[in-house]
């Protein structure tokens, strides 16, 4: 609880740099997300070995950051107290819970041992053959994560609790913003949503990293639709951290571009383009050092075939798989017209089919173990953004708070 808070009033901190206002308790998390998770990742990519002084560092640069801002941190606080009480009450309750999935305990838990230990990529180790279950070549920001509390004296499965439950207190605030021109019920309800999502993954996917990808999700797409503008560097640092977060996330990147590439200026566009560098820093890394990096992997002339076994294994990937889908598209129509999330949401669906279509795994099994919890990623962002019914989607009037 207590790690948990100083990440968020340090992410505040950082946050502040980039809004001339004050942050949301969503830009906060997404503040600590990106100077935690970024320097770590550059240290390693650099060939830095990880420290625990070397984790207190940006802690201690926001914190102070934060302190600069006192009055602007008061002030926020006085504006929203019921938003600061909640976020309290939930960091306290969700902090606690400790991470068990199944994923969690063979991948993203396993690798943030091994990064933790040996301080940063051990590229002997994921070039193991022995370790490919661990899927070595995906993009390394939430095991990152999980490293840093861990140097900072935490275990993996604590860890795991710390930042989950910031990403609930962030994909609550963000679910308000996006909602922000509704009721106070339906602004409330969005929140409440963006609190529990993580439940829609299932407690079996407990510490699994889609929770840290809904939450970057439903941030970019508050991000590029506030009326109040957000600063290029931020987009800029939204975008890279999607990419960063999971596999998928680059294609929900490359569909984000796709919708709203005709509502953006040139700067928006650039920043577009340069926020794939760093995942291609780590796609470099990764194929210099680890066999197998999973698009390469896809066997397309299985594609006409599996389509066309395509409907009997959603059927056999159970009842699960198959009101995965349907949520998804009713999510989808509920936010139409209302946010960019919406069309970009089909882009990605299209994409996904392609690499299930494509992949390596029997259809059927492969459905049924990931197909809910991918398509539950951007649930919360476009059920927040159709609650608002007839009208655009848009967090804020220009100068107030989100939240």
């Known amino acids: ?42 240290l390693a990519l650099i060939g830095v070995r990880w420290k625990p002084w070397l984790a207190v560092l940006p802690l201690l640069v926001g914190l102070a950051l934060a302190f600069l801002r006192v009055g602007a941190l008061g002030l926020a606080l006085q504006s929203r107290p019921g938003h600061a009480v909640a976020a309290v009450l939930a960091l306290a309750a969700f902090s606690q819970l400790p991470a068990w999935g199944w994923d969690f305990r063979y991948q993203w838990g396993l690798k943030a041992k091994v990064f933790a230990a040996f301080g940063g990529f051990p590229s002997v180790w994921l070039a193991n053959p022995e370790v490919a279950f661990a899927n070595p070549h995906y993009p390394p920001l939430w095991p990152t994560l999980l490293a840093f509390a861990m140097h900072l004296g935490n ?53 699994y990293a889609e929770p840290l990808l809904a939450l970057l999700l439903a941030s970019t797409v508050a991000a590029i639709t506030s009326e109040r503008g957000t600063s290029t560097s931020a987009l800029w640092v939204l975008f890279s951290l999607l990419g960063l977060a999971k596999g998928e996330g680059l294609l929900w990147l490359a569909c984000l571009g796709a919708a709203g590439w005709r509502q953006w200026g040139k700067p928006q566009r650039l920043t577009f383009f340069l926020s794939f560098l760093p995942a291609l820093a780590w796609l470099s890394w990764a194929l210099r050092n680890v066999p197998g990096t999973g698009v390469i992997e896809l066997t397309w002339e299985r594609l006409v075939p599996r389509l066309l076994e395509l409907p009997s294994a959603l059927l056999q990937a159970g009842l699960e798989a198959s009101l995965a889908v349907l949520a998804f598209g009713l999510a989808v129509f509920a936010s139409w017209g209302r946010t960019p999330l919406a069309k970009a949401s089909l882009g990605f669906a299209f994409g996904l089919a392609l690499v299930y279509l494509a992949g390596p795994y029997p259809l059927p099994w492969w459905l049924a173990n990931s197909l809910q919890r991918v398509l539950a990623v951007p649930v919360p962002a476009l059920l927040a953004s159709g609650l608002v019914w007839g009208k655009p989607m848009a967090p804020a009037p220009r100068g107030e708070p989100a939240a």
């Open 155 to 207: 275990g993996a499965e604590q860890a795991a609790g710390i930042w989950t439950a910031l990403l609930r207190v962030g994909l609550a605030s963000a679910g308000w913003s996006l909602a922000f021109r509704g009721q106070l019920w339906q602004r409330g309800l969005a929140g409440a949503l963006g609190l529990l999502a993580p439940v829609l993954f299932r407690p079996f996917f407990s510490g």
């Open 1 to 42: 609880m207590i790690l948990a808070g100083l990440l968020l009033l340090s992410g505040w901190g950082w946050a502040a740099l980039a809004e001339k206002g004050k942050p949301s308790l969503w830009q906060a998390v997404v503040g600590a997300v990106a100077t935690c998770g970024g320097w770590f990742l550059l």
